[in-house]
Each structure stands twice: as C-alpha cells, then as structure tokens.
C-alpha cells in the first residue's frame, strides 16, 4: 500500500501532534474526556486542596503528561504566563547564595533581610503545602539546595499568590525575585515577592524517597538521571576534576596538548579490532583510531619533545562492565625518557591526583560487586608493587618457562597450549603466544595487583611497538599498571628502530592472516617517520574511563560515561507522542 493512501487515514491529535488512526483518535479522545471529568469533580468537591498538584499524585504517568502538557498549552494560548520566557536575569547563583548569606547570624530565624533584593534560578524538587497561604519549595542547582519560603504577605500581587503559584510542579525550571531570609526552624530560604515559570516539566518525576532506581532508564535518559540523583552529578564532576588534573599535571611538565585524526586509513597503535566507517566524497573506506599513538610519536620525530593527547578512541569489541566500545584515552610521548622514568611519573602523578580528590588520603575504597559486596582497599602511596611476568607465572603455576628468547617460537606455542589446558585455562582461536601469555596473566597475575601495581618483563612477541629489553633477550621494556585486577595504564620505552619496527610490523601481519583480527598492519607512513630518527623516547597511555570507575567506587563503567552505549529499544517510541498509550513505562520510579 503507498504512503499516500495510509495518509489518508490518520488524523492528527491535537494535544500531541501525533498522527494516529480515526479509531485510535477516537480512543484517546474518550479518555481525555474521562479524565476530565474526573479533574471537574475534584475541583467542585466542597473543600478543594490549595494546590492541583495533589489530585495528581495517583495518577499515572500517562495521564499526569496528558494533564500537565494541556495546563502548559492553555498557557501557551493565553500568555498568563508565558510558559516559555526568552529571558529571566539571574543576579546570584544558588551556591553563592547560600555562601554569602548562609552563615550561622548573619539571618536570625524568622526574619528577612531587608534591603537586599535578589534573583535565583534552578530546579523545583519538592513541593510542601502549609495551608492556601504559605509553600515552601527545594530549589536545586550547581549541586545545591535552597529553600524557597512563599508567603502570600510577600507576595507582589498577594491576591493572585493561589492561582500563580498552583502553576508549579515538581521538575519545573523557575526563577524567583526575593528577599534572603530563614524559616522559624532557621532553615536558610528566599522569600519571593515574585515567581516565574521559565521552564515547566511535563512529565512526573520520581519520587524524591525512591529516586531513579531502573538502571537502563538511569543510562538511556541521563538528563533525568541528573535530575534526581546528586551521587550521579558528583561522578561526573569527579572525571572532571580527574581529566583537568592530568591536564594541568602534563602542561606543568612542559608538555603540548594536540588532536590527532579520529580516521585513518590503517588502524594502528594497539591491538584492537577498529570500527570500519566510509567516506563518500573520496569514496574510501576508513578506520576510526583504536590510539592515537603512531601519530604522536610522529611528532615526537618531527620535534615536540613532549606531547599529550586527551581523545576518543574506538574499538569494536565486546561490551562489558569495565569495556565500553568508545572510550577516552590520554597518550603522552617523552623524548629522552624510558620506562623506568615513566613509572616514577605515574606513581607520582596518580598518588597527588588522589590527595587533590581524597583530601590528602592515598586510600581508596572499591566495591566490584555494589556497596554491599566484598571490599577492595587500594593505597596509592608510591612506590608500587612491580610483578616481572615470566618470574611470577614460574611462581605461581610451579612450571619453569622457555627462556625468554624462544617465546615466540613453535615450541613454545606448544608448551603454553599444554599448560594453559593443563591448568583449565581458557584461550579462545587464534591461540597465538601472545594470547595464550595474556590469559595466563589474567588468570595468575593480575588478581594479585589489588593496590595500584607494576606488571613488567613481557615478551617481545606481546609488544610490537616496545624496544627490546637492554639486559633480557627476548623481553621488551613495556609495563602495564594494574588496580583491582583491571588494567589501567600501558607504557614502555619507544621501538625507534625501523629495521626491528618493519620486522614486528610483518609478524603481526602473520597473526592478522592467521584470524587475529587485533594485529595491527603495515603502517608505511609510520616506519618512514622512524627512518628520519625518533629520539629515544618513553611512551604511555591510560584509559581515563576505567580509572574513574576506581576512584568514585562506580563497579559499572556506564556509571562514568554520561552517554554509554546501549542496544536499541525494540518498538521504541517518543514518549511525549504515545502518552495516551499503554506501553510508557513508569520514569523508572520504584
């Protein structure tokens, strides 16, 4: 059937907009009368409640969205008031607010100060009758509260102070024109002589007791996660601080901030499977960046000594409690430095970053499972546990390994399938030597870096982008930091040899054609970048999303990303066009 006919026969709502069949139409109608008429009879009951809002609470969602959106309507037509002012001039900020007149004498309980007219603006949270004549409301922004004290005597137009005031709702944006006073319990308050709808909420908000409890609704709709919850706002002002602290910790070591491109024709600088994207004008497909790193230490040959960059990187992988397919990366690259001098900096930079949060603590608590699960304590008072690999794993399984220099051999292959099957060790095909090792760190190594650890001496055959080890053939200079048993950071002193770089470069083409699809490929522009001579130089990289997860105690990195990658909603609807519906679900109030 085309387009033109099933047109035909919908018809517009005229509360929502929505275009909908006669019959659905004719359905929604029916109710809106049906709920009107009930509305009718609460308003002619002979002792009528001082505010609407409270004949509102037992209604559900649907049909508070459908009162509510035909009040802010009505006003709409009728200016009185404009629900939706262009303009309302803030003369204080809330927390300045409580910081100026907040302080314990300067308000004696009761009383306003006179003289002084100010102008706040934020979000109604709660709403409090105390008679037709008196309202107290919450006021929240910027992370704070402020009570707003509405007595019809100070009101500009005390006549009008019920019918003005009985337009709030719980989540409504408002500013108000008042003088700085405290309630008789001395609670700290502005007395409005005047209140402005600027911005009404349409839908009903949970319940302040309950609050958000659905976690996908929590992550899909993080506006009204905000909302509602202050732990949430405080995660979120924490990687704030994290990311400008590392930030300010780089520039203060005379390192450059730059942006290198978030496409590329090969996907270099880690091992990772990339997202393949397309470009129409050049008709070529792209890569977007797993890291950003061959192009920094591009820039390291080309003379910046010291540069950093905070991005996005992406990679198509599996989703996760600490594994996010878009997360942020900082990579900086230091001329003249090796890994050993790169540790110093990360316990020395990590240890103040937590006394800057902590209050000058170094410890940290994090719970993997919840609040109410089992308890890790990391303490970040350098200097950090070292944990040399091979060294450990001999420890720990009882098994003595091939010298370093054979681990990439056949022989060794052999001997670590054996000894991964040995010690019920899973590693999914391709069972390279790389892979196989990395398994076995996961399962004997890691566990063991609760507080923040060094794991160090991998195999070259692991790093194909780390100089060789200067005293251990067959190793490479590169160490990973570890917290919690989770990998946070990864560095190692610079392959600048491009000679051994085309070599490691081949190798991994191998594993690529074996079916790693996380070996990297032949970057041409990369080795000829080396062949003009990259300074000895120490490299390094920190997911910054995973180390928040540690330091605000959030077990689930969606908690620390403010738009986390979902699945689609199957038969997903826009809420405002289907509130006459039967499929809305309940704002994740419990």
């Known amino acids: ?122 979000r109604i949270r709660t709403v409090r009758n105390s008679g037709p004549k008196l309202r107290f409301y919450d006021l929240h922004g910027e992370g704070v509260r402020v009570q707003i004290l509405a007595n019809a005597k100070d009101a500009e137009n005390q006549e009008d102070f019920v019918e003005s005031h009985n337009i709030f709702r719980r989540g409504d944006v408002v500013g108000v024109i008042g003088k700085p006073s405290r309630s008789q319990k001395g609670e700290l308050s502005i007395s409005p002589s005047k209140m402005v709808l600027l911005a009404p909420n349409l839908h009903q908000l949970p319940s302040g007791h309950f609050g958000l409890k659905d976690q996908e609704t929590r992550y899909r709709k993080r506006y009204l996660d905000l909302i ?170 009882g098994v003595k390994f091939p010298p370093a220099d054979t681990l990439h051999t056949e022989e060794t292959n052999k001997f670590l399938r054996e000894l991964c099957q040995k010690l019920n060790v899973e590693c999914g095909e391709p ?60 560095a190692y002193t610079e392959l600048n040899d491009p000679f051994e770089q085309r070599l490691r470069f081949e190798e991994q083409s191998r594993q690529k054609e074996q079916g790693d699809d996380e070996a990297q490929a032949i970057d041409e522009t990369f080795v000829n970048a080396l062949e003009h001579g990259l300074p000895p130089t120490g490299g390094w990289g920190m997911g910054i999303d995973r180390l928040v997860m540690f330091l605000t105690d959030s077990p689930n990195i969606k908690e620390v990303l403010l738009f986390p990658a979902m699945k689609p909603v199957e038969n997903a609807t826009n809420v405002s066009a289907a509130v006459p519906g039967p499929t809305l679900a309940a704002s994740g109030q419990v």
């Open 1 to 122: 059937m085309s387009e033109e006919t099933n047109a035909v026969k919908l018809h517009k709502d005229p509360v929502t907009g929505e275009m909908v069949s006669k019959t659905e139409l004719k359905r929604r109608e029916k109710q809106r009368d049906k709920e009107a008429k009930k509305v009718e009879k609460a308003a002619a009951s002979p002792q009528p409640p001082s505010n609407p809002s409270q004949n509102e609470d037992d209604l559900n969602p649907n049909q508070y969205f459908e009162l509510r959106s035909r009040a802010i309507l009505k006003l709409k037509e009728t200016q009185s008031p404009n629900p939706y002012p262009h303009k309302f001039e803030v003369t204080k900020s809330i927390t300045a607010f409580i910081e100026e007149y907040g302080a314990e004498g300067h308000i004696r309980p009761g009383e306003k100060l006179e003289g002084v007219t100010v102008s706040l603006a934020g």
């Open 431 to 490: 069972r390279t030597n790389a892979r196989l090792l990395d398994k076995l760190v996961g399962e004997f190594i890691e566990p063991l870096c609760v507080s923040p650890a060094f794991i160090v001496g991998h195999p070259q055959v692991m790093s194909p982008l780390a100089k060789w080890h200067r005293s251990r053939p067959g190793l490479c200079e590169r160490f990973e930091g570890f917290m919690c048993g989770k990998e946070f950071c990864n």
């Open 228 to 397: 509602v919850s202050e732990d949430t706002r405080r995660i979120f002002i924490t990687r704030a601080k994290v990311i400008n602290y590392i930030r300010n910790y780089f520039n203060n070591l005379g390192f450059l901030e730059v942006e290198t491109p978030m496409m590329s024709m090969i996907a270099g600088g880690a091992t990772a499977k990339p997202f393949i994207t397309h470009h129409n004008d050049l008709n070529l497909d792209l890569y977007l960046r797993v890291a950003p790193e061959l192009y920094l230490k591009e820039l390291t040959v080309g003379g910046f000594d010291r540069v950093f960059e905070i991005g996005r990187v992406f990679r198509n992988e599996g989703i996760d409690l600490t594994h996010n397919p878009e997360f942020t990366i900082c990579e900086f690259y230091m001329a003249y430095a090796d890994m050993y001098d790169l540790m110093d900096l990360t316990e020395n930079m990590l240890e103040g970053m937590v006394r800057y949060l902590n209050k000058g603590s170094t410890i940290v608590k994090f719970h993997p499972e919840g609040k109410d699960g089992k308890e890790y304590v990391m303490d970040f008072k350098a200097p950090w546990p070292r944990y040399d690999m091979i060294t450990t794993l001999e420890e720990k399984t």
